[in-house]
């Protein structure tokens, strides 16, 4: 028999036994795990070929395959390190940032924060998980704080001289936002600097916007005071015109008295910055007419640029024309005394003429000197209307009624102003 195929038979036996024995594979270490294998011929055939192991890795980390086979190439199936489990990298809020306790490895907690003038919107933190997911995602930082202004500290101010305003100046503020910086509007409430404010208390406001909308704003006062002085008021039997405000400082008070009277004291008086008044107390007193001079133009002298005079002269008291002019004047006295007019009578011949203003009788002698120097005749009627300038005005040969004699005063230049002021004064007649 030939011995030669069983000696081959033998040997392959005898090499298959001890290549299965012999590990095949280079046997696994794991860093921050463990391995549990499982060959095809039992424990003491480690890491021959068909040796499958199963990969556990420790907390925090993740095995690239959790399980590998040695392969007839003697290698392992896969790479079966134990890495360390790692979120992806997080985007950074914009206006913010964060700060993370391990980067982006497993249970690293990272902390969210916005630049000043931004809240965080969204969760404060978040943390990487083992599944590779962070624990919430990443916040917003919004602009929610309003931004700030402070209004100017404006003092009181007083009024100019003459005036019931002041002019008030201050510089305009400017708003700071504590976000970006970034100011949109910046809108005044009231009047601008540099504007004229009336007496009193006014109230100012400054409101200022940012770019996402939110409001500051503040507000600040001007008060503007007016020197004053103690009211004044009008005189007996006159009447007082004030320009201004009739008391501020500065103002002017101008007195004048009605008909049949004259002034006392201070025609005009000023509200100083003392708060007194110029000059002295004015009164309006009955107007001392003195009969006893021995000339016309002495007498006529007294009523320069206080009284308009009517003269009237007649022959005798019995004189038609003469009985009726004085019973219509007489009926009219309201309206004389309103436009300032004295009337003087002038009645009988020389030597035995009689004149008289009122109740105040005129000697002949002087009578006669009025009549020449007003060029009236004796021996007939006549009237004459003098101005407050000593300006024969009108002759009339015939009598008038005291409405066209009215008539004819309030023509007069100066006798339109004084409507003006008696109106003014509520100065009014009826007759």
């Not at 696994?28 to 424990?43: A, F």
Request: net charge positive; proline share 6%.
């Amino acid at each position: 028999m030939d011995m030669w195929p069983l000696l081959l038979l033998f040997v392959q036996l005898c090499f298959c036994s001890g290549y299965e024995g012999t590990p095949w594979c280079a046997p696994i270490k794991i860093k921050h795990g463990d391995v549990s294998c499982r060959t095809p011929r039992g424990e003491h055939y480690r890491n021959v070929m068909g040796t499958r192991c199963k990969i556990r890795c420790k907390q925090g980390y993740e095995a690239q395959s959790s399980e590998v086979v040695c392969m007839a190439s003697k290698h392992w199936s896969s790479n079966y390190a134990c890495r360390e489990i790692r979120c992806p990298k997080l985007d950074m809020p914009i206006n913010g940032g964060y700060k993370c306790s391990d980067g982006s490895y497993f249970n690293s907690r990272c902390e969210f924060f916005c630049s000043p003038g931004f809240t965080l919107k969204g969760q404060k933190t978040a943390t990487c998980r083992y599944n590779t997911v962070w624990s919430a995602g990443v916040p917003t930082c919004v602009d929610i704080d309003p931004p700030k202004i402070k209004c100017p500290n404006v003092k009181d101010k007083w009024a100019e001289p003459g005036k019931l305003t002041a002019r008030v100046t201050w510089d305009t503020p400017e708003g700071v936002d504590t976000a970006d910086g970034i100011l949109t509007d910046v809108i005044l409430k009231g009047k601008p600097s540099k504007s004229d404010f009336p007496e009193g208390l006014h109230k100012m406001s400054y409101t200022v916007f940012d770019r996402a909308g939110n409001k500051g704003s503040c507000r600040f006062t001007v008060r503007v005071r007016v020197r004053r002085c103690s009211p004044l008021f009008p005189p007996d039997n006159g009447y007082m015109k004030c320009d201004s405000d009739k008391d501020n400082y500065g103002a002017t008070c101008e007195f004048t008295c009605t008909g049949g009277s004259e002034l006392r004291g201070s025609a005009a008086r000023v509200c100083q910055y003392g708060l007194t008044w110029s000059g002295t107390d004015t009164t309006c007193a009955p107007m001392n007419i003195n009969v006893g001079v021995r000339t016309a133009a002495a007498l006529l002298d007294q009523f320069y640029e206080k009284r308009r005079l009517l003269v009237i002269s007649a022959p005798t008291a019995a004189n038609h024309n003469y009985r009726f002019q004085m019973t219509n004047l007489q009926q009219a006295q309201c309206g004389l005394d309103l436009r300032h007019v004295t009337v003087i009578e002038l009645v009988g011949t020389y030597p035995a003429q009689v004149g008289r203003i009122r109740h105040n009788l005129l000697s002949p002698g002087l009578a006669l000197q009025l009549r020449l120097l007003l060029r009236i005749p004796q021996r007939s009627f006549q009237m004459v209307l003098v101005d407050k300038q000593g300006i024969d005005k009108q002759r009339y040969p015939f009598p008038i009624t005291a409405a066209e004699l009215f008539t004819t005063i309030d023509t007069f230049p100066l006798r339109k102003d004084e409507m003006v002021v008696q109106q003014e004064a509520g100065q009014t007649c009826q007759s």
